[in-house]
């Protein structure tokens, strides 16, 4: 079946550091690749996706490109906050599913 | 606008206790699911509702009752649950089109604690 993996946190840096955080995938098809941030205490939030091969999702600073050779889905940011400090998810939604896939999820701490 | 809303944020009950959490959407998205997020780990899913009918059901117990009154609204119906029931529970919403392609969205969640 379809799975994402995604590297073991927590990941801590300092203010301003570049941030990568690695997510590859098993999918039979074509999957969309979505991330998702949790703040402590609230809810998912969709941070950006990419829906076929190459795309590059972005959103506030984050980037991820659909790799489908190395079916990876790596996030990455130039130069993290105190404020990115959060659990991301990686996902995944193959055609005619409707459950999404997610990974363990990574804890970020960013310290000042 | 992408918000899906839930009441109660947070909600405390006894094993003998009925209550239900409530999700609403706006975006006139026509599938809606119930996750279940224990801590540290990621959601699970446990119900799917496409045009207002259920469509997936992860093998919950009976002790969670799902219902879509409409579109907009999402509801889950507890009953006699266990401690090992409390955690975050979390509704979400999409475009119920079947590409593959469709975003779900999340609401904030209602944080369960079951005494």
């Known amino acids: 079946g379809d799975s994402v993996t995604q590297m073991e946190g927590p990941v801590t840096l300092s203010e301003e550091a570049f941030l990568t955080i690695n997510c590859t995938y098993t999918a039979t098809g074509y999957p969309s690749l979505f991330w998702y941030v949790q703040y402590p205490g609230e809810g998912l939030q969709l941070l950006l996706k990419?829906?076929?091969?190459?795309d590059k999702g972005s959103n506030k600073g984050f980037e991820a490109t659909y790799r489908k050779e190395t079916t990876s889905f790596h996030l990455e940011k130039g130069s993290v906050q105190v404020s990115d400090s959060a659990v991301y998810f990686c996902a995944l939604l193959n055609t005619g599913f409707q459950k999404l896939v997610f990974g363990t999820g990574t804890r970020l701490l960013v310290s000042p | 606008d992408t918000e899906v809303t839930q009441t109660p944020k947070h909600l405390v009950m006894g094993m003998t206790n009925k209550k239900s959490l409530k999700c609403e959407q706006h975006m006139g998205h026509r599938a809606m699911y119930w996750y279940k997020q224990k801590a540290k780990k990621p959601p699970e899913l446990m119900f799917v509702y496409s045009y207002e009918k259920l469509s997936i059901n992860e093998s919950v117990p009976s002790r969670f009752s799902p219902e879509c009154p409409n579109s907009s609204l999402l509801n889950l119906h507890l009953h006699a649950l266990q401690p090992e029931d409390s955690a975050l529970y979390l509704c979400?919403?999409?475009?119920?089109?079947?590409?593959?392609?469709?975003?779900?969205?999340f609401g904030p969640g209602t944080r369960l604690l079951v005494l």
């Open positions: 990419a829906t076929k091969a190459d």
């Open positions: 979400a919403s999409s475009q119920a089109i079947g590409d593959g392609q469709e975003t779900q969205y």
